[in-house]
């Protein structure tokens, strides 16, 4: 928030907390000093800065007065002279409010945005009249074995911290980061020299550690990527806050989110650099405290009443066993829970303002020896996904691809034709929060029943709020489905201009990867005035055993560019009109009708023409059993159903979710239950409501 200051008094004292204190450590002084804590965490400074050759670490005060005059410290004035009032006059003002703040002050304004109000009257110089200030975020930077890395390049807080740990301290710089891409110190661990760990929530963004990881900025063999899929909460905004190393042997997690049952639990992606000096998945979506018993430490699970809500389990190491809690329950607590090890382990607490100044630093460099990972073999449901190829094709598979629901709201560009969205009057971030728990939920359930689930993260600035809805921007077929031919990855033409934002580079790229063969259909949305459109496999239900597809005609589905689908790809197909029972047109196929190995649903009713809709069923009955669904089950979304395999293949479900397997009847379940193993569904209302989608619509096969 913004605070003032009136002419008499031009800053608040250092201790107000209104501000934070900029990480220069040579602001600490008095009493703070004289602690063992500080004492230690200055030789570990002492130690960091020598790994960087840097043997000393003094500032300037007339070189931060000359940045701040550059990039800080706007001036307003107020003139009640009739003559203009020169610049000089105001650089003057300016210069000489700077040179009234003592030292602390001085290193302090390097965190704040400065505004002054000036007053010139007649010939007198010009004065101030108050200040007002606005805390600025120095988060975005972390220190590497190999140097510095900054975030927020372009802005006045990117500036800040590169003038305090380039220009001052003299930390070389191995990259910085442009705004949208964000990072923060907090989300950063150095484990051990070839063991990062990095955490993605709401502070550091997937796309920024991807963009790291292809600069090879890290410094080591492996990284951990700890990514918040499903918790975003601002209480736990990092990865410090959730997690924390005693030693080299012991981990502290908090019990907030730990467990592999647990909704806000954290998943973690294994990153090995191979030979050719690129970063490759190794491990993906394991759970945090698993991944911490692979990689060979004892995890130690901090009960939740013992973990404070402002700091988390967030620790200062430093070296030799010594580590520093602000909390000093939290210390007694682990004090009294830590097993014995073979390496000392010495708990302090102090006042976490007299270490914030150095915590920064410490936190991002200080290295904590890793044990020796397990060699225990990894489980196969957290091993990189490849494409199958088998000899004969099939109609579900047991791989899918999900994208987690950050950022998901109504959708104005979608409302226009989805009739089944409805208008909530939930709070955006109540919307978020409700469809991250229930897509936790389900990704829970699946991984459960034995399905490899590969999870990918949307990002808020990528303004794409239905990207939980993969299935209809790709599809994939293997080699057997095409006949023998190459397999094939395709990418379709989108209506809404916020789904198309949903084709994210580094999926499209790592899918492209799996592929002999991309058909890419895109171009057809600047087709015409408006462009025409088929959304993948929303707009497409295919039996892919036999190569039949099946598209019902609307906006998101031209019928010309459905034959020519089917023409690249050997399908035949059937195409068709529905409309739902206000005579709405049926935005997608798949919520009126699913095809299974050899069970379907259809709902016939809403396929007006006679003979449009005898086609759909001849083609139908020719192999499989229908289930037939009245209007209203559609409008319950008990089409939008999806046959998946569960225990590595071996046995079929149905997935649906619990609206829809509550409005099926007992008739019709018994029927479905006769040709596959398990009717599976999971609550997803507030998803279906807002999105319009079901939970078909959240799995993007992977063949």
Sequence with gaps: RKMSASASQPWPSVHNKAYRAVPIPTSLGGAASASPEIAKAHAALDSIFASHNISKFTYSRADIETFLLENNVHAQLHTEN??????????????????????????????????????????????????????????????????????AKDSYAGKSLKFIFHNTLGFSIVYELSEPLNIAWNDYIQAAGNLVFIGTSTSTSDEAVRTLLRADVFGGAT????????????????????????????????????????????????????SSGTYEEVIVDMELTEY???????????????????????????????VVFGDAALADWVRAQTPRTSHPLHVHTADAANVSNLVWILRSAASVLAPTASDVPVHWQCLPWKAANPEKAAQSTHKILMVDPVGFISNPQTLVDNHFMKKSE?????VERLALE????????????????????????????????????????????????????VLYPMKAPARRA????????????????????????????????????????????????????????????????????????????????????????????AVGTTVAVLCADSIRDPEERRNVIEHLSKTHHIVYITLDQM??????????????????????????????????????LKHVDKLFHVPIPTIEDIGGGGVRCMMGELF
């Design 223 to 274: 990284v951990a990527l700890v990514r918040d899929l499903f918790d975003r909460n601002p209480a736990r905004p990092s990865l410090s806050s959730v997690l924390s190393f005693l030693n080299q042997d012991i981990a502290l997690v908090s019990g907030v989110v730990s467990g592999k049952e647990n909704l806000r639990r954290r998943l973690v992606t294994e990153y090995q650099r191979g």
């Design 426 to 430: 939930l709070e955006v971030f109540q």
């Design 438 to 489: 229930e897509a936790s939920r389900f990704h829970l359930e699946l991984v459960r029943e034995g399905v490899h689930v590969y999870m990918n993260c949307n990002e808020r600035f990528y303004g794409a709020p239905d990207a939980l809805f993969p299935n209809n921007w790709f599809s994939t077929h293997n080699r057997a489905e095409m006949g023998g031919g190459p397999s094939t990855l």
């Design 82 to 151: 009739i003559r203009p009032v020169s610049a000089e006059a105001v650089l003057a003002a300016r210069r000489a409010f700077l040179a009234s703040l003592s030292d602390t002050q001085i290193i302090h304004a390097l965190g704040s945005k400065i505004s002054l109000n000036l007053l010139a009257v007649g010939d007198l110089p010009v004065t101030v009249q108050n200040v007002s200030f606005e805390p600025v975020s120095l988060q975005q930077a972390f220190i590497t074995a190999k140097g510095l890395v900054l975030g």
């Design 635 to 672: 409008d319950a979304f008990c089409g939008n159903v999806l046959e998946v395999r569960g225990d590595e293949g071996a046995k079929k479900m149905l997935i649906m979710s619990t609206r829809a397997y509550d409005a099926f009847t007992k008739e019709q379940k018994e029927d479905m």
């Design 502 to 593: 949903e084709r994210r580079h580094h999926m499209v790229q790592n899918l492209m990867s799996k592929y002999d063969r991309v058909v890419t259909m895109t171009s057809w949305e600047e087709s015409g005035a408006a462009g025409i459109f088929l959304e993948g496999t929303g707009s497409l239900v295919l039996d892919r055993v036999r190569r039949v597809a099946y598209c019902l005609i609307s906006q998101r589905a031209d019928k010309d560019v459905f034959l020519q689908w089917c023409n690249l790809t050997g399908y035949t197909p059937v195409a068709f009109h529905a409309h739902d029972k206000k005579g709405l047109v049926i935005y997608h196929t798949n919520v009126m009708m």
């Design 292 to 322: 911490l018993k692979h990689r060979g430490y004892a995890v130690l699970v901090a009960d939740e009443k013992v973990v404070p809500a402002a700091s988390g389990v967030s620790s200062l190491h430093l070296g030799e066993g010594h």
